[in-house]
């Protein structure tokens, strides 16, 4: 007779990482252990702004939320999340390489805990993985890899599915009545990245970029948070057609909203794999940082990148002072990629 635990699949604890785009990517990590075993159950411990996206997500049967900033060790956060989840898990799989990530399955006495070595946290893991950053060249081949036995997950030629947000149609009704958005094909802007400047597009070249699409019949949805209302304003200001949504809509809706978009253009930010999950027509940009290694997950992307001999150097700022791996991207080649057309003849 089979017990409790083998009726109902493995009990797994997912502690994921703390960016957008991280989040997202996560999901190729749920849903590996779920073709593996369908009747496992999966949970996440991630911070609270993550849950409008884990409950996108088909695979996540919990959402176990810690409340640390971003770099804080809360102990007493910790202690406490960890202590509600004694006894329920039989593996812990940590995505995050810090120290601090490791800490709730330790002290939740979780029997199996697998991450990569790093930080000094070989005491808190039982099942220690070496990362090999040659064969696990992108982020999302380092967490699946943790989904897998050692064996099979090392040389990272194994599959990595897609994430797949699911949409909420009823919600986006609403947001194109609340923000009177049009019936116009829609593009998507994100001119935001949490990173740094060295990732960000020139503001100008969107605002050149939205002027010229407006014009061959688009509407223009510039996305991001209430860091990027400013950005938001210098790009939409006395454009017609051109909403400025920052800071005006929550993460779930920017999942919406972004399936909506016939395209979108962004940096390489959190909502560039938002975009990737929603199944949207991405243009993706890349300044200080590699397509080969945080790609969109999608088969619908155009990457534009220069790769100039000083690239990718992985700076927030552009250590040469000049940025030329954005500045001399022009708008032209994203418009003549969006429309077909050379942009002088839109003009």
Known sequence: MADRHTAVGERILVIGPSWVGDMVMAQSVLMTLKARDPRCRLAMVAPPWSRPILERMAEIDEVVPLDVGHGDVGWRER???ASLLKGRFDRAVVLPRSWK???VPFLARIPKRVGFLGEQRFILLNERRHLDKSSLDQTVKRFVSLALPETE?????FEIPSPRLALDADNLIQLRLAHELSSRPAIGMMPG???G?????PLKYFRELAFRLVNAGHEIRVLGGPKDVDAGEDI???IPHAHNLCGKT???DAVDLLADCHQVVTNDSGLMHVAAAVGSRIHAIYGSSSPLYTPPLTEHATIHYLGLSCSPCFQR????????CLNKLAPDRLFEAMTGQPLSLSQ
């Open 197 to 201: 400047p060295a990732k960000q597009w």
């Open 193 to 195: 990245a949490e990173y």
């Open 153 to 157: 997950g090392q040389h990272g030629d």
């Open 317 to 324: 700022t552009c250590p040469l002072g000049h940025t030329n």
């Open 236 to 238: 939409c200001r006395n």
């Open 79 to 81: 202690y406490r999340v």
């Open 101 to 103: 990530a490791a800490l």
């Open 250 to 252: 929550r993460l779930a």
